[in-house]
């Protein structure tokens, strides 16, 4: 299917999207951190046995940080953050799916907050942490706070996730100029929306398939939604 979103911008189109995102703070993130590994391992246990025990990519996860924990690694390292922010992701991605209950949203914002506590820099749990908080009600002003901090820190932090699709690329940058439109959305300012989408093109690839990040098929469902939303 044809992507509505894919077309040239002019100039003054381009400079207004510096101005729009002029408008809104960056989230600030301080989440007090579980004081030791050991803690650590525990909670993330605790948080599987609330949303489903058997779920192995949790598991999975929980197993590795818990041998971490035995190992004496301390809690600022760098695969240490990538398993708490892998763990967050996995959490949202779930409850976006309905594998399990809605509060895994909150969960996963949660780790996600200890990931960027621990990385001030680390742009992609700062986007995730967007993901987290754009399903949530009347948080889009959050979600946009997270989704700026991560543009701002593209590429000043330490990449621990270039194992993953988009790791450390431009894409990242399309993808929160995107995730910035779909928030316009639901602040009803749609020529905004339209305007953010658009300019995330100029990021990734014609085929790109961000939009099943937040649960959508298509660029032309996105569209459609849009429309829908503005005429309602």
Known sequence: ???PFLVELNDLEIAYVDTVLDGYELITVDRELPSSMDELATQMYNTLLKVGEEIKELSDIVFALAS???SGAEMKNMTVKTLIYTYGVTLFRLALRKEIPLD???HGGLYLEYAVTIDSQYYQAYNRLGDTWFWLEDCE???IGCYKASLVSHGKGESSTS????GGSERFKGNNYFKIGMCFVKLGRYKEARLFLKYAQYFIEEDDE???ELGFE???KIRDFIDMSEHR
Request: proline letters at 0%.
């Open 141 to 143: 002003l959050d979600a």
């Open 210 to 212: 961000m939009y099943s």
């Open 163 to 166: 194992m993953y699709v988009g």
């Open 218 to 220: 298509s660029w032309e």
């Open 1 to 3: 299917m044809s992507n």
């Open 68 to 70: 971490h924990a035995e």
């Open 104 to 106: 895994g949203l909150h």
